[in-house]
């Protein structure tokens, strides 16, 4: 089985600065990873998955991931917070021949003005 | 455009009675999910299927079904609602090419059981 953990349910930043947010994952066997997104009052909408392509993922809106097996992370990371990056972002896994996810708790961003 | 709906959006109910949540989607995608969303513990997966006939239970399926007649729709039944199923739920497809495949989510339907 796998699971997800993210570090921080609530990451506050300025706009302007790093936005950081942390996932860690376990899985048996080689995950595939994804960020998705979540705006007030709306569904899930995909920023970026790591499919074992490449360990450095770019996604839109300047959000990318990078996949470190030693240290079993996905943190996903831009570089300059937009006021519009306010919201609720879920790391998942999926692994094996499964095609379900199973997703982290969450972390609400905010950005300050 | 294709996309995946969801009805209703908004749902008050009393507990005991039984509920259905509608989840339509128009990309021929053959898998198709439900999760329920609570505070603290993201999405949990209730049910899925892989196509038409074909259901499976998640991690949160007690008191939950569902039934796939055709590639479109995967409806979600409460046999008997409880307070404890109030939550936001969310129906999601994806196509059949594996575990890589991107999830595509409809906008939730809120349910209240009072």
């Known amino acids: 089985a796998q699971s997800v953990t993210q570090l921080g349910s609530h990451v506050s930043v300025s706009e302007g600065a790093l936005v950081l947010l942390r996932c860690n994952y376990s899985s048996s066997v080689p995950p595939y990873l994804f960020w998705y997104v979540q705006y007030p009052n709306q569904g899930l909408q995909l920023l970026l998955k790591?499919?074992?392509?490449?360990?450095l993922v770019k996604g839109i809106n300047g959000f990318e991931a990078e996949f470190k097996k030693s240290e079993t992370s996905f943190h996903l990371t831009k570089p300059s917070a937009h006021m519009s990056d306010a919201a609720e972002y879920f790391c998942a896994v999926s692994a094996g021949s499964a095609r379900q996810l199973t997703f982290g708790s969450g972390t609400q961003l905010t950005v300050l003005p | 455009d294709a996309e995946i709906t969801q009805s209703p959006r908004h749902k008050i109910t009393e507990t005991g009675r039984q509920v259905t949540l509608a989840c339509h989607q128009t990309w021929n995608h053959n898998n198709m999910f439900w999760y329920r969303q609570d505070l603290g513990h993201g999405l949990r997966l209730i049910h899925y299927s892989y196509g038409v006939q074909d259901t499976n239970k998640g991690e949160v399926s007690d008191g939950y079904s569902v039934s796939r007649s055709n590639t479109e729709d995967l409806p979600l039944t409460l046999e008997s609602a409880a307070s404890s199923q109030t939550s936001v739920y969310f129906c999601?497809?994806?196509?059949?090419?594996?575990?890589?495949?991107?999830?595509?989510f409809g906008p939730g339907t809120r349910l209240t059981v009072l």
């Open positions: 790591y499919t074992s392509a490449a360990t």
């Open positions: 999601a497809s994806s196509f059949n090419r594996g575990p890589s495949d991107t999830q595509y």
